[in-house]
């Protein structure tokens, strides 16, 4: 099993360029979420996805949209990307009780 | 508005050392608690998760506590090593939150000194 897998690992984007950041996971389970992590500020929840077909806002939706494709793949775009977007970027997983597992993260810079 | 603390931030440590992290948490109406490692540049790694109605999980050296009513869990490490080096971070799930939303805590740097 992969697990959860997040694509790409880095990227560099000038303000007001668009970009999707993928997530996949193979462990079947039912829901989904993105976060974002900044220096002093810890994980804060962006959007989530109880089950496929369905997403909720976070914490800080703000400049984001989602998409659950499938069971397995649940994608995050930034339609006009802001220096405010800069951050590390972490996919999760879980089955409903049970713990979430993380994907490695995408570093993203916005210039 | 549940809020996760937890302190110190960070702490240095000799080998073989046996240490306790903590994590606080303001409401507790929790569904449950999750501690994490994060190694540098890496994504966060499950280390154990208490449901709100036990006490304690234990895997390997690792024991975590969950005390409800006064808001607290503890991350016991005994005889500790410099690979145990890494933040640690808790995470709760509101009981409110329909079983989705987790609330962070910013986590405790750990250094294990060999």
């Known amino acids: 099993n992969a697990g959860v897998t997040q694509t790409p690992k880095f990227q560099v984007l000038k303000t007001g360029q668009s970009m999707t950041l993928q997530c996949a996971q193979d462990m079947n389970h039912n829901s989904m979420y993105w976060y974002r992590q900044d220096p002093g500020m810890g994980l804060r929840l962006i959007y989530y996805s109880a089950s496929e077909g369905t997403t909720d806002k976070g914490e800080v939706p703000n400049g984001y949209n989602v998409s659950r494709l499938n069971k397995r793949e649940f994608s995050l775009r930034l339609e006009s990307a802001a220096p405010s977007q800069t951050s590390v970027y972490f996919c999760a997983s879980r089955f409903t009780q049970y713990e979430q597992y993380f994907g490695p993260g995408t570093r993203l810079t916005v210039t | 508005k549940q809020e996760v603390t937890q302190i110190p931030a960070a702490l240095s440590v000799p080998e073989g050392e046996n240490l306790v992290l903590n994590c606080s948490f303001t409401d507790s109406a929790i569904y449950n608690l999750q501690w994490f490692r994060q190694d540098p540049g890496k994504g966060l790694t499950s280390l154990l998760l208490?449901?709100?109605?036990?006490r304690e999980q234990t895997s390997g050296r690792l024991n975590a506590s969950l005390d409800k009513s006064s808001g607290r869990s503890t991350l016991y490490i005994a005889a500790s090593q410099p690979g145990d080096s890494a933040t640690y971070l808790c995470a709760v799930l509101p009981s409110a939150s329909g079983t989705y939303k987790y609330i962070f805590g910013t986590g405790t740097r750990l250094k294990v000194l060999a």
């Open positions: 208490i449901q709100s109605s036990q």
